[in-house]
Every structure is written in C-alpha cells, then in structure tokens.
C-alpha cells in the first residue's frame, strides 16, 4: 500500500531563511508527486507536481522540489521564505496503476514564518 | 473557471441524525474523490467515481456512508446515524482524464464541508 511521511509536523523560521520540508513515500511503482499548501481559511491548492522528467520542478511563489527515485523523496524547498508563506504544507502521491487513482496525503507540516 | 463546489459548508448535527453533503466537480472532469480531514492530519481518501461508477471505497467508509454519483456529474456523500467521531472536513476532488497526460491526475479541491455532531 502506498504511504507518505512528513518529516516535520511544525517548522518555525524567520523571513527570509531557506526552507526544506521533507517528504517520503512508499510504492515501488511509477508514481506522481504533489506538494499541496493550505493558507489558513483557504482550501488545499496545488503547489507543484512531478509525474516525468526532470525531477527538479519549480511551482508558484519560487517553490520548487526534487523527486530523488533511490530515496523515495520528495523535499520541498524556497530559498527565502516570506510571511506569506506561513501555511500548512502536504505531500501526496498518486501510484500509476492499473484500477486505482486515489491519491495519499502526508500528514502535513506547519509552518510559521515570523516577520 | 469554475472550481469544485461542496454544500453545505458547515454543518452541526445531533448525534444519530443523518447528514447528506454534496460535491459539483470541475465540469470536464469525470473522476471525483471524497477525503475526510481531521485537525492535525492530512487529507484520507475514503472513495472515487469514475464517471458513474464507485471504483474504490476505503476501509474508512464505514456502511453508515454512503456515496453516489448518479449521472456522472454530482455527487453525494451521506452519513447515517452519525457519531461524534465523524466530526470532520469532508473533502472534494475531482480529476480530469488520464489521457491528457500532462495533468498527472493532479486532484483538484473544493472548499470542504465542516461537520460537528454534537
């Protein structure tokens, strides 16, 4: 069965420090990878994907993540994180099979940025 | 663009009543997905539809919940009896087709519908 880890529950920085959340995932197959933010009072909304390619891929607001095959890692990074940026932060990943779309979420990760 | 819609957004209900939300997906896509989200968690998948057709329930999906989506468009997620551990978001997705490649079957959300029992 597929399954995602989240690393880190809570992460608190300051403007402008880099960010790096981390995200595994079990299945042996060809998969997706997704990154998810939730801004406080909103709904989830799609950051970045990875399903081929080049595994480094960049989303909006300068985000960007690298699906490393041999770890099973999808880490989600910014170089300069803003206020704006406090949310919470969810990997998913959806397994390419014969049958099955669902698509399994990490359990988040907080984060806060100070101004 | 018109995204997902779910209604109600909110709902509180007595224990042992029964509650039904709806989900209006994306208008071209045909697969649609209920999650439940509690405080502190991620999003659990509990089913998907493909057009009409219920292909996947989770282990989640107790038989006091019921999904349907009748002509491939909306659908509803009903719960009987309910307990004070349903209380949670309940969450809709949908998802165009996979022959467009270049949509990876990214899931799109709607806002969610609180739900309390008290």
């Known amino acids: 069965a597929q399954s995602v880890s989240q690393h880190n529950h809570h992460v608190i920085l300051s403007e402008a420090a880099s960010l790096e959340l981390g995200c595994n995932y079990s299945?042996?197959?060809?998969?997706?990878l997704f990154w998810y933010v939730q801004y406080p009072g909103q709904h989830l909304q799609l950051l970045l994907k990875?399903?081929?390619?080049?595994?480094l891929v960049k989303g909006i607001k300068g985000f960007e993540a690298e699906f490393i095959k041999s770890k099973f890692s999808f880490n989600l990074r910014k170089p300069s994180v803003q206020w704006s940026d406090t949310a919470e932060y969810f990997c998913?990943?959806?397994?390419?099979?014969?049958?099955?779309?669902?698509?399994?979420f990490g359990a988040g990760t907080r984060l806060f940025v100070k101004a | 663009d018109t995204g997902v819609s779910q209604d109600p957004r909110h709902k509180i209900t007595k224990r042992g009543q029964n509650v039904t939300f709806r989900c209006d997906p994306i208008?071209?896509?045909?697969?649609l997905y209920w999650y439940r989200q509690t405080l502190g968690q991620g999003p659990e998948f509990l089913t998907y539809?493909?057009?009409?057709?219920?292909?996947?329930k989770s282990r989640l999906l107790s038989d006091r919940f019921s999904a349907e989506r009748p002509k491939g468009s909306f659908s509803t997620l009903e719960i009987q009896r309910t307990e004070q551990g349903d209380s949670a978001m309940y969450l809709c997705?949908?998802?165009?087709?996979?022959?467009?490649?270049?949509?990876?079957?990214?899931?799109?959300f709607g806002e969610g519908s609180w739900l309390t029992v008290v």
């Open positions: 998913a990943v959806n397994a390419r099979r014969i049958g099955g779309f669902k698509t399994i």
């Open positions: 997705a949908s998802s165009r087709p996979d022959r467009e490649e270049s949509s990876g079957n990214t899931i799109y």
């Open positions: 539809f493909q057009n009409e057709a219920q292909l996947e």
């Open positions: 299945y042996g197959g060809t998969v997706n």
């Open positions: 208008s071209e896509h045909n697969r």
């Open positions: 990875y399903f081929s390619g080049d595994p």
